[in-house]
T-cell receptor, first 114, second 116 residues
Framework: NAGVTQTPKFQVLKTGQSMTLQCAQD?????MSWYRQDPGMGLRLIHY???????DQGEVPNGYNVSRSTTEDFPLRLLSAAPSQTSVYFC?????????????FGPGTRLTVL | AQSVTQPDIHITVSEGASLELRCNYS??????LFWYVQSPGQGLQLLLK??????LVQGIKGFEAEFKRSQSSFNLRKPSVHWSDAAEYFC??????????????FGRGTSLIVHP
């Protein structure tokens, strides 16, 4: 199994550009989540999904959209990038509820917005 | 709102020395508690977790953690640190959100530096 994969690994955008961060998992996990990691801030939840067709907002959803058309994929869209979105983005998945199930993390995407 | 506090931003230890990383949470009930480790340039990996029962839990790589309800703490320990343990460590708590889903909250992390 490849686990959780994320593309691209690095990305530089200009303010106002749009892009999609890709996330896929091959473990048939129901739950998938997107986090951003900023220095001194730990990980903050952006959006999450409890199954195909179901998404919800996390702690910091503004400026980001998600969809979950399949179990495997959970892309994160930045519609109009801002410098405040410069961060490292992690996608994670878990077999079931995240209260007691381990989350498996992808390697991250480092995004810089100029 | 729930919160997780890791009071130490950096900790430096010598190889072979013991280690304790602190984690405190603020919530009335007992949450689900996790410790994750992040090696440079990598995603997070689960070290151990606590839900109920024995308050001392064992994890991978020789780590253990003790839940103390009276102190709202879940400190991570290792008796003898190896150079490969140098990494960022995150404590996380998971509570039931108003919408019925479980939302993890992560601490800010503690960076472990290991001197030879």
């Amino acid at each position: 199994n490849a686990g959780v994969t994320q593309t691209p690994k690095f990305q530089v955008l200009k303010t106002g550009q749009s892009m999609t961060l890709q996330c896929a998992q091959d473990m048939n996990h129901e739950y998938m989540s997107w986090y951003r990691q900023d220095p001194g801030m730990g990980l903050r939840l952006i959006h999450y999904s409890v199954g195909a067709g179901i998404t919800d907002q996390g702690e910091v959803p503004n400026g980001y959209n998600v969809s979950r058309s399949t179990t495997e994929d959970f892309p994160l869209r930045l519609l109009s990038a801002a410098p405040s979105q410069t961060s490292v983005y992690f996608c994670a998945s878990s077999r079931g509820r995240t209260d007691y199930n381990e989350q498996f993390f992808g390697p991250g995407t480092r995004l810089t917005v100029l | 709102a729930q919160s997780v506090t890791q009071p130490d931003i950096h900790i430096t230890v010598s190889e072979g020395a013991s280690l304790e990383l602190r984690c405190n949470y603020s919530y009335g009930a007992t949450p689900y508690l996790f410790w994750y480790v992040q090696s440079p340039g990598q995603g997070l990996q689960l070290l151990l977790k606590y839900f109920s029962g024995d308050t001392l839990v064992q994890g991978i790589k020789g780590f253990e953690a003790e839940f103390k309800r009276s102190q709202s703490s879940f400190n991570l320990r290792k008796p003898s640190v190896h150079w490969s343990d140098a990494a960022e460590y995150f404590c996380a708590v998971v509570l039931l959100a108003s919408g019925g889903s479980y939302i993890p909250t992560f601490g800010r992390g503690t960076s472990l530096i290991v001197h030879p």
